[in-house]
Nanobody, 122 residues
Framework: QLVESGGGVVQFGGSLRLSCEVS????????IGWFRQAPGKEREGVSY????????LYSDSVKGRFTISRDNAKNAVYLQMNGLVPEDTAVYYC?????????????????WGQGTQVTVSS
């Protein structure tokens, strides 16, 4: 099970930290991705971290503003989001994958959380 938290309403330029708490999986063996979906748009891969935390990926739209991290002892992965803009408004999901990820595409992730809403006001 994956449970996201930390979403909310924030003003332009603000920050939020999303958490993904994982149960039923040993995170030592899995990578975690963050995705988002805005109304009327396709789901977008935002960030990914491999099972060791040594390798991370970011979409061009968030690179330099978002930081992904993980704490395997707590079975949790985090997404620190800084410099938020209205275009970041979406439901954010975390998902788990056993594959080596080169691009953050949803078809390589098998289990998903229910999502947390992030709204950035202008």
């Amino acid at each position: 099970q994956l449970v996201e938290s930390g979403g909310g309403v924030v003003q332009f330029g603000g920050s939020l930290r999303l958490s993904c708490e994982v149960s039923g999986f040993n995170l030592d063996n899995y990578g975690i991705g963050w995705f988002r979906q805005a109304p009327g748009k396709e789901r977008e891969g935002v960030s990914y971290i491999d099972n060791t935390g040594a390798r991370t990926l970011y979409s061009d739209s968030v690179k330099g503003r978002f930081t992904i991290s993980r704490d395997n002892a707590k079975n949790a992965v985090y997404l620190q989001m800084n410099g938020l803009v209205p275009e970041d408004t979406a439901v954010y999901y975390c998902a788990i994958s056993a594959f080596r990820i080169e691009t953050i595409t949803s078809d390589l992730f098998r289990f998903w959380g229910q999502g947390t809403q992030v709204t950035v006001s202008s």
